[in-house]
């Protein structure tokens, strides 16, 4: 058994998730949207280039989202996509992309848990948690 995130979006799943790429060095591996799919002709034009499935591959773990139609999108709230990682520097380079236009809710700092943990929510309104694990 695996458990992955799905994170819905108001119009921004490929702008988001490209940038996901780049912050977590991933693979976008898969991307379409509404007009691509075989139901596209039972949806209005203007969904059409809403995305219906996209998936990141990163470090072997998924990470999925799509469009929400638009009377049906809720800003997120309630989690937080977390991160664990075991390098410091990796832990700060993820944050600071991450955190570009967005909106830091606890500086990346050390804690008693912690070398690194911080929380923040990116440009697209979706909370992340940065972990760094101390060393054992």
């Not at 921004?12 to 976008?28: D, G, P, S, T, V």
């Not at 998936?55 to 469009?67: E, F, I, P, Q, S």
């Not at 991160?83 to 380079?93: G, H, K, M, N, V």
């Amino acid at each position: 058994m695996h458990l992955m995130q799905h994170i819905s979006f108001n119009g921004k799943c490929a702008e988001a998730f490209r940038f996901y790429e780049k912050c977590l060095n991933a693979k976008l591996e898969t991307i379409m949207t509404n007009g691509e799919s075989p139901m596209a002709d039972q949806l209005p034009a203007e969904w059409h280039d809403r995305v219906l499935h996209a998936a990141l591959k990163v470090n072997g773990a998924v990470l999925m989202g799509a469009d929400a139609p638009p009377d049906h999108y809720k800003q997120p709230s309630g989690f937080s996509v977390a991160i664990q990682l075991e390098d410091t520097a990796e832990a700060e380079r993820i944050f600071a992309a991450l955190s570009e236009a967005g909106t830091i809710t606890m500086p990346l700092q050390a804690t008693f848990w912690a070398e690194r943990f911080g929380m923040l929510v990116d440009k697209f309104g979706i909370p992340w948690m940065i972990n760094c694990s101390k060393p054992a």
